[in-house]
């Protein structure tokens, strides 16, 4: 039988195999591990990498894509929705999906409500609809309102000034304007309005939310004072 050789080592040729699968190398292709021998196929289920995607073998000398820690067959590292290579484009990555650029703004990203365009990051919520916050401004002097105190008037925000210079009723007692902020109560009586801290007596000062009162022509008395 012939003597068969390989980096100083020597074999019969019927001992000429595959050390994982038992066929016969003589006259085939095959590789060493360790001074192992093996055949190709087992080699490459041994030792090469996997494609994330097909989870098939990604043979030696085959071009591959590493990403996050993963490879892929070239033909397999494609855009999930438009198909197209990634190659070395930009690219996100959504449910361990990859998606190029405009697929993923196309398919998932948010648009502004007021500028129509793609919101990157940030942004705030307002009647269920996505703003960019710099887009988020008072419908009366266009100060940003993102993290500012702002009251809706018709489905549009108003900072505090502006709400209250153009729709705030005005408080019969003190004169300031009468605003919702913080849940806050105010009375109302023949189409005057009062702050509920300031709906007192003229003369003694006593809280009269929730008690009788007299009305008086510029103001409200106690029944005591009244009737003094």
């Known amino acids: 039988s012939k003597d068969l050789s390989y980096k100083g080592g020597h074999w019969h040729e019927k001992c000429f195999n595959c050390a994982k699968c038992s066929r016969s190398l003589v006259e085939k292709p095959f590789a060493a591990k360790d001074e192992v021998l093996l055949c190709t196929e087992c080699y490459s289920d041994e030792y090469s990498s996997k494609c994330f995607h097909c989870q098939k073998t990604i043979m030696p000398g085959s071009r591959k894509m590493e990403f996050k820690g993963s490879s892929w067959h070239e033909s397999c590292f494609v855009c ?3 198909q197209q290579p ?3 484009k930009p690219l996100i990555t959504k449910d361990n999906e990859n998606y190029c650029v405009p697929c993923f703004e196309k398919q998932f990203a948010h648009h502004c409500y007021s500028c129509k365009k793609i919101i990157t990051s940030g942004g ?3 009647h269920d ?3 960019h916050k710099e887009c988020f401004v008072c419908a009366g002097c266009n100060t940003q309102l993102c993290g500012q105190r702002f009251i809706s008037k018709d489905e549009h ?4 000034d502006c709400f209250s210079k153009l729709y705030a ?3 019969a007692s ?3 304007p009468i605003t919702a902020l913080g849940g806050a109560k105010f009375i109302s009586f023949e189409e005057r309005q009062w702050h509920g801290e300031c709906f007192n007596c003229a003369k003694c000062c ?3 939310v929730g008690q009788g009162f007299l009305p008086r022509q510029d103001y409200v008395l106690c029944h005591r004072c009244g009737s003094a």
């Open 80 to 82: 999930q929705h438009c």
């Open 86 to 88: 990634l190659g070395t």
């Open 124 to 126: 705030v919520t307002y």
């Open 129 to 131: 609809q996505p703003w």
């Open 157 to 160: 925000p108003y900072c505090v």
């Open 169 to 171: 009723k005005q408080c």
């Open 174 to 176: 003190c004169k300031r």
């Open 206 to 208: 006593i809280s009269l």
